[in-house]
């Protein structure tokens, strides 16, 4: 299994810019996809982005618009988010998994989570 730990999260106001990172660990973890998702408070956990092990093929959520960038080096992840709205409020999981379809098919098991790291946005 993958280890993974986010960090990078925090406080901005609307309008701003955070750049989450995820560090992967353990099994063959250069070879995983790996992707974002979120969890606003009373709500689902929802996939904001993945990226395939070698950078390429990139997703996203149609609610990003075009605002947040996913990429990743070896075994590091990032997702730079600009342009933050209150609605992006939420902890965001790191993920990983050996296979990118697993991302982009609604409920389909993940193999890792991180623990989450807590994004709020202020009006």
């Known amino acids: 299994q993958v280890q993974l730990q986010e960090s990078g999260g925090g406080l901005v106001q609307v309008g701003g810019s955070l750049r989450l990172s995820c560090t992967a660990s353990g099994r063959t973890s250069t070879s995983d996809a790996m992707g974002w998702f979120r969890q606003a408070p009373g709500k689902e956990r929802e996939f904001v982005a993945a990226i395939n092990w070698n950078g390429d093929p990139t997703y996203y959520a149609d609610f990003v618009k075009g605002r947040f960038t996913i990429s990743r080096e070896n075994a590091e992840m990032y997702l730079q988010m600009h342009n933050l709205e209150p609605d992006d409020t939420a902890v965001y999981y790191c993920?990983?998994?050996?296979?990118?379809?697993?991302?982009?098919?609604?409920?389909?098991?993940?193999?890792?989570w991180g623990q989450g790291t807590q994004v709020t946005v202020s009006p």
């Open positions: 993920a990983a998994d050996q296979e990118l379809s697993s991302f982009i098919v609604m409920g389909h098991p993940i193999d890792s």
